[in-house]
């Protein structure tokens, strides 16, 4: 598709750093090895605008399964905005979920222009930063993930998110620089989370569990293995207020919000037991 010289078309992988680094530029802290995972998931769902031979516009609108997809990386250079480039390829990117449903975290500023795509405001998720360290606990129950098998952590996955992301999963648990972790209760697996190096410090997402307890020992765990004062970062839903809680227990503040929002049918998630989000880009 072309206009006036802009031309859009699908990301290469190495195009997919572009993305990542304008990312970085606009305060987003993405990790040292998402792009691997999140081109992985779907190859032909990142769409990149050029202007000539010049990037400047990115949106990604990755399928997962046959029923849901989630949008990110809306970025459109800032010498570029308010001139119909992002809309076009906004409108691209919409064009490749047709009859999906779509979720996306955007930034709160932005939502009366993505309801106008028929995106609803679900719930807010707030970023909290805190400081790596601590003493790892002697917890029988934690284990590494590697120890469970990955059908396992797959099924226990499935009710926290909207379709199938067997093959994301299978990378992110495994990317290099991270730490997962499971616990477990009466040997079966009732909770894990990720920690994983980014730009600026680590990320904690996602983090799941069956009780705020189990999230709580999940929490102290991965926060051991950041290094004393270094920041971490926890993607929470204000929905949740005992992810709040551990949060702000743990002396972590308020650095970032976004606003979840669906096109479609809003999915049905256990809300209770999702204390930190896996990533605002691919949700």
């Not at 680590?202 to 009780?211: E, H, N, R, T, V």
């Not at 950041?226 to 308020?254: C, G, K, Q, W």
Request: charged share 20%; hydrophobic share 40%; proline share 6%.
């Amino acid at each position: 598709m072309q206009k006036s010289g802009y031309t859009i078309k699908v990301m290469t992988r190495q195009e997919m750093d572009i993305a990542i680094n304008w990312a970085a530029v606009e305060g987003w802290n993405p990790g040292l090895y998402d792009a691997n995972c999140f081109h992985l998931t779907d190859p032909n769902g990142f769409f990149i605008g050029f202007l000539g031979d010049e990037p400047i516009a990115t949106i990604s609108v990755v399928k997962y399964g046959s029923s849901f997809g989630f949008l990110g990386f809306y970025i459109v250079k800032p010498e570029y905005r308010g001139r119909g480039y992002g809309i076009q390829i906004w409108n691209a990117g919409l064009a490749y979920l047709p009859d999906y449903t779509i979720g996306l975290d955007g930034v709160v500023a932005q939502q009366d222009n993505y309801r106008k795509s028929g995106f609803k405001l679900a719930y807010r998720n707030i970023r909290y930063q805190g400081s790596g360290g601590g003493v790892f606990p002697t917890d029988s129950m934690i284990v590494r993930l590697s120890t469970i098998p990955f059908d396992k952590i797959c099924e226990y996955d499935k009710p926290f998110f909207p379709d199938y992301r067997r093959q994301f999963l299978k990378c992110w648990i495994d990317q290099p620089q991270s730490t997962a972790l499971g616990i477990l209760q009466n040997s079966v697996l009732a909770g894990y989370g990720v920690l994983r190096k980014c730009r600026s410090g680590y990320k904690i997402g996602p983090l799941f569990a069956d009780s705020p307890d189990l999230a709580e020992r999940l929490f102290i765990s991965l926060k051991a293995h950041a290094p004393a004062d270094t920041p971490i970062f926890l993607d929470t839903p204000a929905v949740n207020s005992r992810a709040i809680d551990l949060a702000e227990r743990h002396n972590m503040t308020v650095s970032f919000e976004t606003a979840r929002m669906y096109r479609g049918e809003k999915p049905d998630l256990p809300i209770d037991r999702i204390f930190g989000v896996t990533t605002f880009e691919l949700g």
